[in-house]
């Protein structure tokens, strides 16, 4: 959420903000909303203190044994205003907070203004293979070895669901089992296994409601939503707290599953693994002071990076153009990995600073010693990182003229040494 008292105070650079997202939202009725509710508090707050100054004066009368009666009229005609007055300020508030509720970040002045076709490639890992025979896709190869049955999965469930089978389901759970160790071992991120079921709140406090309820899956009776993204109950672990800044930075990863309904999407990619329903992921989260959240940014995209590194698969980072950034983010780079069969560079991970936007709607604060009132902290995430499209990387650039795939060197210890997946 944004500060309404940024949006009073810097008008214009909200307003280029929003634009540059591709947002055309009104703020004038939101800042004269704003000054509507301000010039009530003010007066109620006149009111009050007349309130308070009356009944000192009755006080007075009644120790003194004197007529208080007019003073008392006076005073219960004050306490009348002051309680016609409250309902005005609640409707005016609650405009406000939808107004500010749909409401995006804004991009930070370090990222590129426009369309997606602005995107900046700012490095670039590894080199994609060459092969010496024509590779086949990830679903080909799948479907060969026998280790994906996507037939049986949308029997089961519907289109774009996986079933992993054999040493595809190894795979899977090798894959996971290797980053949290990574992340947990080396990056200094501390394990956490939270629901994959969530609550409106939740969803709210990190922006996912109420601009994309459509995108989610929802089980109505009980207002609870599955989760997109680790990000959303990670995230909300820290809601309506505040934290000591000697805490801070705090890191946490999580394996879940995330579930994606895709509206809109229709058509797009529908085969094999690139856009599915549902996926795992590995997700990195930080709660961090303002004054280190984009040295915070780059660190954590350097543990994403890390993954692919270590797996051997040639990727690409991408700083996003303000066009192209999600609802909640300031900044984001997005990790491409290139995928030989469909002859592709896939997003992988996103890494995002949401600065203080997401900790004003979940009300995420931090006290120090020094610190006069509670500040709002910075939170972070990214992904570290996303299946199912990793796993296209693998056995795309992994297969073999015979339609074998080799398992990267660093996840055959997960799967007891094995060293390639065949039939």
Known sequence: ?????????????????????????????????????????????????????????????????????????????????????EPVIKYLETRIEKILLGLPNIPHASVP???????????????????????????????????????????ITGSNFILYKKDGARLERAMINFMLDLH???HGYTEVFPPFLVNRASMTGTGQLPKMEEDMYKLPEEDLFLIPTAEVPVTNIHRDEILNEEELPIYYTAYTACFRREAGSYGKDTRGL???????????????KPETSYTELETLVGNAEKVFQLLGLPYR????????????????????????????????????????????????????????????????????????????????NYQTENGEVEIPTVLQPYMNGQKKIVK
């Open 184 to 186: 947990t071992r080396e």
């Open 274 to 288: 690139i856009r599915v329903h549902q996926f795992d992921k590995v997700e990195l989260v930080k709660f961090v």
């Open 1 to 85: 959420m944004l500060d309404i008292k940024l949006i009073r105070e810097n008008f214009d650079l909200v307003q280029a903000g929003l634009k540059a997202k591709n947002v055309k939202i009104d703020l004038d009725e939101l800042v004269t909303l704003d000054k509507e509710r301000r010039a009530h508090l003010t007066k109620a707050e006149e009111l009050r203190s007349k309130q308070n100054a009356a009944n000192d004066e009755i006080a007075g009368l009644m120790r003194e044994k004197k007529d208080a009666k007019d003073k008392i009229q006076a005073m219960k005609a004050i306490a009348q205003e002051v309680g016609q007055m």
């Open 317 to 396: 980072v991408i700083m996003l153009a303000s066009g192209d950034l999600s609802f909640a983010a300031a900044k984001c780079y997005d990790i491409e990995a290139f995928a030989a069969g469909v002859d592709k560079w896939l997003e992988v991970s996103s890494c995002s600073n949401f600065e203080d936007f997401q900790a004003r709607r979940a009300n995420i604060k931090f006290k120090g010693k020094e610190t006069k009132k509670p500040t709002f902290v910075h939170t972070l995430n990214g992904s570290g990182i996303a299946l199912a499209r990793a796993v296209v990387a693998i056995l795309e």
């Open 113 to 155: 203004v426009g369309a997606p076709t602005l995107n900046k490639e700012i490095r670039s890992w590894g080199t994609p293979r060459k092969f010496n025979f024509k590779p086949k896709t990830h679903w080909e190869i799948a479907e060969a070895l026998d280790i994906i049955d996507f037939k049986r999965a949308t029997k």
